[in-house]
């Protein structure tokens, strides 16, 4: 297997911090790139705020946090990627805009570095072939929060090298996960099982089964589940999920992947969730 000593992360959203902890805990060299670098910045300030918390509830030492603040390198220039040995693409769930920024990775990133995407969906094999170095090309999908869930889809394209993934599940291992691996195909595991339930749920709230609390309640009570669909609804991104849908629709036709209208009708009122204070629950109280 290749050796991973430092690890590129592209991408300002919640993923990309959270990779970025998790890597620079595990003692790899991190280099979190942003398109501005004052939103660069702005993860390494959420970075410190999520170490400071540990080390006040006594789950790291205040040395160990030094540490880790000093591994990681925040960036806006694309370029200083050059020389990682592993770059962990994390920005939007769009397949064009994925595409494009492999192309310009494989134009940056040194010869025989691994490039990773953390779709939890899109085609990986798709990225690969926008590159020079299919071989190279797999998904590790974390899972939010990066920190606390101890799950990693090793995603093998078609395309992908014995090598590239055992390496690469030799470094989520070296983080502290649980790989699994899993071909290339919408969904995985994890959101090919999870979504039809999600969407589910969303249809027989709007078809008035039963309402929202009861929903959530009867899932928590009845399966042991540690939150109802539309809580996990909020906290994933109800836009997020209508993309996961869509997705899983697009490459299979099948009924139970179709977006419940509700969900569309909230997504076109901006009412995503969490990240926007209301969704199915709201959070401006």
Do not use: W
């Not at 940056?108 to 939890?120: D, E, F, M, P």
């Not at 039963?210 to 539309?230: H, L, Q, S």
């Amino acid at each position: 297997m290749a050796v991973i000593k430092s690890v590129g992360i592209v991408g300002s959203g919640i993923m990309g911090s959270g990779i970025a902890e998790v890597a620079a805990k595990a003692g790899f060299e991190v280099v979190l790139r942003s398109r501005s670098q004052a939103s660069a910045d702005g993860m390494v300030v959420g970075l410190t705020k999520s170490l400071d918390r540990q080390v006040e509830k006594g789950r790291l030492e205040a040395a160990e946090r030094d540490a880790v603040l000093a591994r990681v390198t925040a960036v806006s220039d694309l370029n200083a990627l050059a020389d990682c040995d592993l770059v962990i693409e994390s920005i939007l769930e769009d397949l064009g805009a994925k595409k494009q920024l492999f192309k310009e990775l494989d134009s940056i990133v040194k010869a025989g570095a691994i490039l990773a995407t953390n779709t939890s969906t899109l085609p990986v094999v798709e990225m690969a072939m926008e590159t020079a170095r299919p071989e190279l090309v797999c998904g590790v999908h974390f899972f939010n929060p990066a920190s606390a869930m101890p799950l990693v889809e090793i995603v093998r394209a078609i395309t992908s090298s014995d090598e590239t993934i055992a390496t690469t599940r030799g470094f989520a291992e070296a983080c502290g996960k649980q790989p699994v691996e899993v071909k290339d195909q919408a969904g995985f595991i994890v959101n090919a099982l999870l979504f039809p339930y999600l969407n589910n749920a969303v249809r027989l709230l709007d078809a008035g089964v039963a309402n929202r609390d009861d929903i959530d309640t009867a899932m928590k009570g009845g399966c042991n589940f540690p939150m109802g669909p539309f809580a996990l609804l909020d906290l994933v991104g109800l836009d997020t999920s209508l993309s996961i849908l869509e997705a899983l629709y697009e490459e299979f036709k099948d009924p139970n992947y179709a977006p419940a209208p509700l969900l569309r009708r909230m997504v076109s009122a901006d009412r995503l969730g969490r990240k926007t204070a209301i969704g199915f629950y709201d959070y401006r109280k």
